[in-house]
């Protein structure tokens, strides 16, 4: 059974930073990733970090702020948010098992984490 577990959300000021966490279970993926989802929003692609190559894609939002790691042993990925602003408040979710090349689409991953809250106060 596959499963993904997010963690390290929390509420923080404006300017500070935070460190989410996704911990993989029941299989290895070629790709994980991040999103979130405001408030009355669609979910929206925040980062993704190729397995075997470490390659990285980012959202425009977030360049040179957050920066997406993973752990192959332990099947983990983190996300490393800096500088943070009211307008990253959201729910964050971890998601692998992408299908196709569009890797900033949510319908083309299989697999989603519960989400984890990340709130930034101003």
């Known amino acids: 059974q596959v499963q993904l577990v997010e963690s390290g959300g929390g509420l923080v000021q404006a300017g500070g930073s935070l460190r989410l966490s996704c911990a993989g279970s029941?299989?290895?993926?070629?790709?994980m990733g991040w999103f979130r989802q405001a408030p009355g929003k669609e979910r929206e692609f925040v980062a993704t970090i190729s397995r075997n190559t470490g390659t990285t894609y980012y959202a425009d939002s977030v360049k040179g702020r957050f920066t997406i790691s993973r752990d192959n042993a332990k099947n983990t990925i983190y996300l490393q948010m800096n500088s943070l602003e009211p307008e990253d408040t959201a729910v964050y979710y971890c998601a692998a098992g992408l299908s196709g090349n569009s890797l900033n689409v949510p319908g083309n991953y299989a697999y989603w984490g519960q989400g984890t809250q990340v709130t930034v106060s101003s």
């Open positions: 029941g299989r290895s993926f070629s790709a």
